[in-house]
């Protein structure tokens, strides 16, 4: 049986990863994704296991110690990690799972998974994500102004990605986000070594 396929669903803060996500998994069922780990106190309507694993400080440091997270990344004063043992065994199973992270989490992700599918979510505009950043309302000012500048950071590091998906309308984002994984699977080099080892050979002798 093949692996599954790695995605990593990114971008600066604000721009509506976490919505996306949401509807991804109401459109496609066959798809995981992995719930993190978090510090931050649970929004409302927010639930222990289902949105995040909400967990104190000194248990998500006895993760890291015990190497129980694939990556972790402290986020305007809180901690967000990925559980390690739930995104390998989704792969082992041969099916695909996505992770919702923030940009530094998703860099480190990509020094460990070289076949990883790294999509960068993009605003509208910049000034389109400043009004999402403020109209969330559940922050504080010295946190949204906090986001903000991180936001613009963030948003230089979309050269590490392999797509970059703007964000105007969710379903038309999820359709995107889903028009690149059936790309994905059809691959050339997934089918080599993976479900036809013996092709290996003579593609490569076509190509000398
Ligand atoms: P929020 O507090 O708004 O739910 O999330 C804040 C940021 O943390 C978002 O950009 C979200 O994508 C990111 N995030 C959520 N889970 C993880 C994780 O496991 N690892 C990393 N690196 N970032 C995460």
């Known amino acids: 049986m093949s692996r599954g396929i ?4 990114s971008g600066p803060s604000g721009v509506g990863k976490g919505t996306v996500c949401a509807a991804l998994r109401r459109k496609l069922p066959q798809l995981i994704y992995s719930v993190s780990a978090t510090t931050r106190s649970p929004r409302e309507g927010e639930q222990d296991g289902v949105n995040y694993f909400f967990r104190s400080r000194e248990q998500f440091h006895h993760m890291i110690e015990t190497d129980a997270l694939l990556e972790h990344a402290e986020y305007v004063g809180n901690y967000y990690g990925t559980p390690r043992d739930f995104v390998e065994k989704t792969l082992s199973e041969g099916k695909d799972i996505i992770l919702e992270i923030e940009v530094q989490g998703a860099l ?4 460990k998974f070289s076949g990883g599918v790294f999509i960068f979510l993009m605003p509208p505009s910049l000034n389109e ?4 950043i403020v109209g969330r309302g ?8 906090n986001r903000l500048s991180v936001a613009v950071e963030e948003m230089n590091l979309l050269h590490h990605y392999d797509y970059a998906v703007v964000n105007d309308e969710i379903d038309q984002a999820c359709d995107r986000i ?3 994984i059936t790309a994905e699977h059809c691959k050339r080099e997934r089918f080599l070594g993976e479900l036809f080892p013996q092709l290996e050979a003579v593609n490569a002798a076509d190509n000398v």
């Open 108 to 111: 480190k992700v990509r020094e």
């Open 6 to 9: 790695l995605f990593v669903l």
């Open 129 to 132: 994500l400043k009004q999402r």
């Open 138 to 145: 559940t922050e504080s000012q010295a946190t949204i102004d």
């Open 178 to 180: 889903s028009s690149i």
